[in-house]
């Protein structure tokens, strides 16, 4: 998500006067960037509770394997 979103954010002030967004706006200025902070808080809220339901998974599967077989299992990599 980062890596994608990262150079999305960047790529119009990377190429500056060579991105010409008159075409797409109708007017001589570019058009002012805004964040909308509501959706940003739903996607990281949203993220956030995608890696709580992963660790409580992770770790309800792990609470039920015995401390033997785990010990045996990473005798075998």
Known sequence: MIG???PGLLLPRLLGDALDLR???GGPLDPVPRIDHAAT???GGGFLLLVAAAVAVETALAGRRKLGAVLRLG???
């Open 23 to 25: 075409g797409f706006t």
């Open 75 to 77: 005798e075998q990599t």
């Open 4 to 6: 994608g979103d990262a």
């Open 41 to 43: 808080a739903v996607l």
